[in-house]
């Protein structure tokens, strides 16, 4: 009698994993998750972005899907702190982050503890056509150089639901 329960129990069990493994197979069926890894050389960096992206051919460094976008950019900001040139960037008479964005320190786990990015999240009031963008503004460890012309800031554009999460996964990958 032991023996039998002994070999139901085991049957249980496997059915159990059979259900597990098949539902987590066609779980990854309906919804394709993980990351995608973006470089670029002109900028210096490297960064990952939902896999279901892809590259906008009518932007530069631009890479966008159905639910959000980045795009990457750079300021010389030669001599200005990092307050400084995010007070150009978020009050820019273009008011691309409407007439009163918030710029919030940030920590991000590629830069170094001392050195904190500044976000910018946009107003209530921020126009349609800028799809809620808000970016993220971080000091090059050294000044990069973007065609004949040295930047010492690095900005990330993105949509204000992905920002951060992109912004955390940014790494610098070179000097000049």
Not at 11 to 20: F, K, N, P, S
Not at 60 to 71: I, L, S, W
Not at 121 to 139: F, R, T
Not at 165 to 176: D, M, S, W, Y
């Amino acid at each position: 009698m032991k023996t039998t329960v002994y070999k139901k129990w085991w049957l249980w069990v496997l059915i159990i994993a059979v259900i597990a493994l098949v539902s987590t197979g066609i779980g990854m069926l309906v919804k394709p998750s993980g990351l995608s890894k973006y470089t670029s050389k002109e900028y210096k960096v490297t960064l990952k972005y939902p896999s279901d992206w892809v590259v906008n051919p009518e932007y530069e460094e631009k890479v966008q899907g159905n639910d959000g976008f980045f795009q990457l950019s750079a300021i010389s900001g030669e001599g200005l702190s990092i307050d400084e040139v995010a007070n150009i960037d978020a009050f820019h008479q273009l008011k691309p982050y409407g007439s009163n964005p918030q710029i919030i320190e940030l920590t991000l786990e590629g830069l170094k503890v001392e050195e904190k990015a500044r976000l910018i999240v946009p107003s209530a009031d921020q126009e349609e056509e800028w799809n809620d963008q808000a970016a993220i503004i971080m000091k090059y460890p050294e000044a990069v150089k973007i065609g004949d012309s040295l930047y010492y800031y690095f900005i990330l554009w993105a949509d204000i639901e992905h920002i951060e999460e992109i912004g955390q996964t940014v790494l610098f990958t070179g000097k000049l």
